[in-house]
């Protein structure tokens, strides 16, 4: 049996992440876990006030489906160092692979551009304004990861790019 990879997405809201990441579930057809989904789930049925709890659920969802296997996809900010290292548990736990993309929108004015206009798949869900995206705390990366820049380019584009740097093309 082929050992299963968890590919991590960070990046902040209104990269192209999501995209990105749904994109790439679907030609590679694996799981698609996205933690907004997850939270706003919890918040919609459960009324919690979430903070850390859609990680921890994902985690536990996503170790499932590695240990059967089965190669998944985590869409997610992962803005702290410690999150990205829970991530990368999850999968050594799981007997998995893992790889780190981390997507960025290199154009300040393209990025606040698609804040304030984006639409979210997510029912309910009040993304983040500008100004909470530009004053998240972002940690730099001290380990490997492949990083897709999406400003200026197709969402096809920065697919075919990213398919190269995951040699799955």
Request: proline share 4%; hydrophobic share 35%; with cysteine.
């Amino acid at each position: 049996m082929k050992t299963p990879t968890l590919y991590i997405f960070s990046g902040l809201p209104a990269v192209g992440k999501s995209t990105l990441a749904q994109l790439l579930s679907k030609q590679l057809c694996v799981q698609y876990i996205r933690i907004d989904t997850v939270e706003q789930g919890l918040r919609d049925l459960c009324g919690l006030n979430v903070e850390c709890e859609g990680y921890q659920l994902s985690y536990r969802i996503i170790h499932d489906n590695l240990s059967l296997g089965l190669s998944v996809i985590s869409d997610s900010c992962n803005t702290e160092e410690f999150v990205r290292r829970e991530w990368e548990q999850v999968a050594t736990k799981s007997g998995a692979n893992f790889v780190n993309i981390e997507v960025i929108c290199s154009n300040p004015r393209e990025h606040e551009r698609r804040a304030r206009t984006r639409k979210t798949s997510v029912e309910n869900l009040q993304p983040p304004s500008w100004d909470k995206i530009q004053n998240r705390v972002y940690e730099p990366w001290n380990s490997d990861v492949i990083t897709i820049d999406t400003a200026s380019r197709s969402i096809n584009e920065c697919l075919n790019e990213l398919m190269k740097k995951l040699c799955l093309q």
